[in-house]
């Protein structure tokens, strides 16, 4: 069972910058595509950008814009998400997932990954 833990939220105001990690426990890390989601609330859980295992090639939402940049570190079991230029609509619940099995669903679907990180709260003041 393959655990993340999430952290790095915070409480900041408009133009700041954050930079949340996601470590997981399992050795076999590098072998697994990874995400990042968001979910404000009242709202569904929307993807934010994803990694694939090499880390080679990102996936990004288009509101990241430029903005938030995805990476990883296999060598610590460690995926980053570092924000900058935040804005108040990017206040969400930022939650990191893995996939656990293979690699070949679709990488900005929720529904693609098997493990997930409990969430880290992330507001944006005006």
């Known amino acids: 069972q393959v655990q993340l833990v999430a952290s790095g939220g915070g409480l900041v105001q408009a133009g700041d910058s954050l930079r949340l990690s996601c470590a997981a426990s399992e050795h076999t890390f590098s072998m697994y595509n990874m995400g990042w989601f968001r979910q404000a609330p009242g709202k569904e859980r929307e993807f934010v950008q994803g990694?694939?295992?090499?880390?080679?090639?990102?996936y990004s939402a288009d509101f990241v814009k430029g903005r938030f940049t995805i990476s990883r570190d296999n060598a610590k079991n460690t995926m980053y998400l570092q924000m900058n230029n935040l804005r108040p609509e990017d206040t969400a619940t930022y939650y990191c997932?893995?996939?656990?099995?293979?690699?070949?669903?679709?990488?900005?679907?929720?529904?693609?990954?098997?493990?997930w990180g409990q969430g880290t709260q992330v507001t944006v003041s005006s």
């Open positions: 997932a893995t996939v656990g099995s293979n690699n070949r669903g679709d990488i900005s679907r929720s529904t693609t990954y098997d493990y």
């Open positions: 990694i694939t295992r090499s880390g080679f090639i990102v």
